[in-house]
């Protein structure tokens, strides 16, 4: 397990406290602070002296999520890996019931996740991740086993509540670093040779707070936009059949669409020049397209 920290002092005894209630015996844990501005360094250090066999890695600069995580990823040895954010909280089977999922499935099976339980800063149920109707099906529908069109298309996967499969991630050579954050890069590279498993329980508390990554996200110079349209240049790259193609066009016109809307102008050109390469572009396409064309050159935006 690689307990990944910036700034989360708040939050931290919560979640190092759910790390040890795991009932799964052998976890290999390391703790990781990505430079952290707060207290977290100390509570880290603390929890570490506590359990000895625990690893802390204390960066002197901050790395970015990705570069942080495979610096722990690479030390680490288990065969499953566990990414956990320490603002969120396990339940105490989240490992030994995943682990249990895994021995089940083919080897083909790279990826085993489940739902969550969303919280506020005060630990309070918010809702859970996956909504269920009237007559019981989840909402947004998740997928099992060849899932490459799927997270192409659309977001069901709830990232906190992962177990990875350590070969996947040799496969891959862990995040790319040169991302600003990991997981819709890792569902596009991991999909395309591995399947991914829904196993639908609730394992994990995802919280929900101010400065959390999912809260940054279509905002007005998103920062994590340039890195979506990188991973949509690899997905071309990847797509094989013409399903997965109309996939990845129904991804650029979501992205695209967003972008115009909280006015990230060349990004939204740069989508649709991506879109231009998968399909035809409709008319709406065009109107948009325009239209950030237009408003980047009144705001004076440089080209991307």
């Known amino acids: 397990m690689v307990a990944l920290c910036y700034n989360h002092a708040p939050f931290l005894p919560e979640a190092l406290d759910s790390i040890l209630a795991q009932t799964y015996p052998n976890l290999e844990v390391i703790l990781v602070d990505d430079a952290s501005t707060d207290a977290s360094a100390g509570i880290l250090t603390r929890y570490a002296a506590a359990n000895p066999a625990w690893q802390l890695l204390l960066l002197p600069q901050n790395v970015g999520n990705c570069a942080a995580f495979n610096r722990a990823y690479r030390q680490s040895r288990g065969e499953f890996l566990l990414d956990f954010a320490t603002d969120d909280v396990l339940l105490p089977e989240r490992v030994s019931q995943q682990i249990a999922a895994f021995q089940k499935l083919g080897a083909r099976y790279g990826v085993v ?31 099992s086993g060849d899932v490459f069109a799927d997270v192409l298309a659309r977001y069901f996967i ?13 496969d891959l050579g862990g995040y790319d670093e040169q991302l600003a954050y990991e997981d819709f890069d890792f569902w596009v590279r991991a999909a395309r040779n591995w399947q991914f498993y829904f196993f639908d329980e609730v394992t994990t508390r995802k919280r929900l707070h101010p400065t959390s990554m999912s ?7 998103d920062p994590f936009l340039a890195s979506t349209i990188q991973v949509c240049r690899k997905a071309l790259a990847l797509c ?9 066009t129904i991804r650029l016109r979501w992205e695209m669409r967003q972008a115009v809307r909280w006015r990230n102008f060349r990004e939204a050109e740069a989508l649709y020049s ?14 948009l397209s325009k239209y950030a064309k237009v408003a980047a050159s009144i705001r004076g935006l440089p080209k991307s």
């Open 113 to 143: 996740y489940s739902d969550a339980e969303l919280i506020d800063e005060r630990s309070q149920l918010v809702r859970y991740h996956y909504r269920r109707t009237a007559e019981g099906q989840l909402v947004p529908q998740p997928a």
């Open 215 to 221: 809260r940054r996200g279509y905002r007005p110079n």
């Open 158 to 170: 709830s990232t906190p509540t992962m177990l990875m499969r350590r070969t996947v991630l040799d």
């Open 240 to 248: 094989r059949t013409p399903a997965e193609r109309a996939a990845l």
């Open 274 to 287: 991506l879109l231009k390469q998968v399909a035809q572009p409709q008319l709406l396409d065009q109107l």
